[in-house]
């Protein structure tokens, strides 16, 4: 991580207060006036000992000061309950903010910032990370302002009464905040290094649990139980690193603290003996010295708050700033020029290319048409482009060179969410989320009913194991489809396509997981679904695609071939030599 980006997480969480200023400045208010209300109990305080013992007053003379302590203490309560309330709503709403900001931000980096990306540390990035700004916004801004208020209110009523006391406090106050920053730089760098290492373990863990059955298969699980295990011995070592210099600065300003209060105490216990001084004026001075200390001291405390919040702001910042790999979004409201509702698009690439992140070309000067109600054939060998330009069309990937024209309209004046209303997708790899076959189908289409996610299934010949399972459309099927083979979730995958009514369809590699009977029944599925819709597939698999309109060969990222089945073949072109070793 670049010294830049470091410099700049300050200022990013300085940029954000204003967020929360008002939940900030109504915790600062409370704690300011539970303050004031300290230095009142401890006035009445002082007058009630003085009273007692040396007026000799009576139970009936201090009651209403025994009375006026009580109340200020349940005040002072409910004011402190009230500003742990407004924290609390300053934490949360950060939080919210900032979660929505990098969710909105991982869905226009696009799929290839995603692939290049660990998981783990966005993933860590997302939760601890942002998790770690509550502390910040909460408590440390707060009692940033506290530190100074509530001192200052105590030296204004010390002052009058001795100004000597005053005098000690104000020369040992400085002592706790410069040695509170000279100890934090130390806990900045160490903190900073914790949370890449907080990444890296994240990245590695999930990693290595997502490819657990490889790593058994491999006989590797014991390595890779060694290596998470040298990882989390060296992000404990540097845990304890953190903690033991947060510990020895907490030692230092508790002695600090300790030490300027026995001074105040003793010169006021010897001019108390030498009659320079009354009893309530010392008592009330003494009882005020050690809450003229405890902000600071809990500044010290809470600032370890802000230099874990600047090591997760890095990752934050980082993130937020990311070059965009996705698609460009246009201004809300832009689909008021759009396109016919259930119509099948034309849709038309003019010079359109794409480089990764790191420049190696991905797509290179395609131009191609979609004529409504097509069903378009991309074919070509691994590496080709053949996805990257699946992910084109959908809006997914934004070219780097060219133009993607819908209707005669360019697509990058469309809100990248309205034209995806106009689309429907089934990956190389589709997604399952957590819930029943319902909730997966009804993605598509959330008012789709009964009878249309059976047709559906049917369709895309599932009817018969979701109709076998515990619960049929009720049934639950995990994260992923954990309880799922990888054809069945392939299968669903398309059923979720065909209750869509999108009028564009994108199959990437949907005959993948499918045995022969089935990849037979899934093409004439695929030829109903691109019944008045235009149909993209990618396959490698001849039976998938030879009764495509027309065939689009991919090779190094340009295309070489465009035609039917019949006529490619009879060219003994690319696509001729792919067919002598595809499977018939």
């Known amino acids: 991580m670049s010294a830049t980006t470091a410099a700049d997480a300050p200022g990013w969480l300085a940029s954000q207060k204003s967020r929360v200023s008002g939940p900030v400045a109504t915790t600062i208010g409370l704690g300011l006036a539970g303050g004031l209300l300290l230095i009142v109990q401890a006035s009445l305080f002082a007058l009630l000992a003085n009273a007692v013992i040396f007026d000799n007053a009576g139970l009936a003379r201090i009651a209403p000061w025994l009375i006026g302590i009580a109340a200020l203490v349940l005040v002072r309560a409910g004011l402190v309950y009230a500003a742990q309330q407004s924290a609390f709503v300053a934490g949360r709403r950060i939080k919210t903010a900032i979660r929505a900001r990098l969710i909105a931000r991982l869905g226009t980096l696009g799929i290839v910032w995603q692939r290049a990306t660990p998981t783990g540390d966005v993933v860590n990035t997302l939760t601890d990370g942002v998790e770690a700004l509550e502390a910040y916004y909460a408590r440390y801004l707060p009692q940033s302002a506290l530190a100074a208020l509530i001192p200052l209110s105590i030296l204004v009523v010390v002052v009058p009464i001795d100004w000597l006391s005053a005098l000690i406090l104000v020369i040992t106050a400085p002592l706790i905040p410069v040695f509170m920053v000279f100890i934090g730089r130390g806990a900045e760098k160490l903190n900073q290094r914790q949370w890449r290492r907080m990444g890296q373990l994240s990245g590695h863990f999930l990693d290595a649990l997502s490819g657990l059955s490889t790593l058994r298969i491999f006989n590797l699980g014991r390595r890779e139980a060694r290596l998470i295990a040298r990882f989390s011995e060296e992000y404990r070592l540097a845990t304890l690193r953190v903690l033991r210099l947060a510990f020895v600065s907490s030692l230092v300003l508790e002695f600090l603290a300790t030490v300027s209060i026995a001074m105040v ?10 009659g320079d001084l009354g009893f309530a004026a010392g008592f009330v001075v003494l009882l005020l010295a050690p809450e003229f200390y405890l902000p600071l001291r809990n500044m010290g405390s809470v600032y370890h708050a802000r230099m874990e919040a600047i090591g997760a702001a890095e990752g934050i910042v980082v993130l937020l700033d990311e070059a965009e790999s996705g698609p460009a979004t246009a201004m809300p409201g832009t689909e008021q020029i759009g396109l016919a509702a259930g119509r099948a698009p034309y849709i038309e690439l003019r010079d359109v290319g794409l480089c990764y992140p790191d420049g190696t070309p991905a797509l290179r000067a395609i131009d191609l048409a979609i004529t409504p109600g097509e069903t378009v054939a991309i074919v070509g060998a691994s590496g080709a482009g053949k996805s990257t330009l699946a992910g084109v069309l959908l809006g997914l990937l934004a070219p780097s060179t060219g133009q993607v024209w819908v209707d005669g309209i360019d697509r990058s004046q469309l809100d990248a969410g309205y034209w995806h209303r106009f689309c429907a997708w089934v990956p190389q790899q589709p997604r399952l989320f957590h819930g029943t076959v319902r909730d997966n189908l009804a993605l598509a289409d959330p008012a789709a009913d009964d009878a249309t996610l059976w047709h559906a299934l049917e369709r895309a010949q599932a009817r018969d194991f979701v109709a076998a399972l515990a619960d049929g459309l ?44 089935n990849e037979v029944a899934l093409t004439a599925a695929l030829a109903e679904l691109g019944a008045g819709r235009s149909l993209v597939v990618i396959a490698h698999r001849l039976a998938t695609i030879r009764r495509a309109d027309r065939i689009v060969v991919l090779d190094a990222g340009r295309i070489v071939e465009i035609g039917t089945h019949n006529r490619l073949r009879a060219a003994g072109g690319p696509y001729a030599a792919m067919l002598g070793e595809a499977p018939r």
């Open 474 to 517: 009720d049934t639950a099927i995990g994260e992923r489809g954990l309880s799922l083979s990888g054809g069945e979730i392939q299968r669903l995958a398309i059923a979720r396509a065909l209750v869509s009514q999108a009028p564009f369809v994108v199959v990437d590699e949907a005959s993948a997981h499918l045995d022969r009977p």
């Open 265 to 274: 105490a003793v010169l006021i216990g010897f001019r108390l003996l030498w």
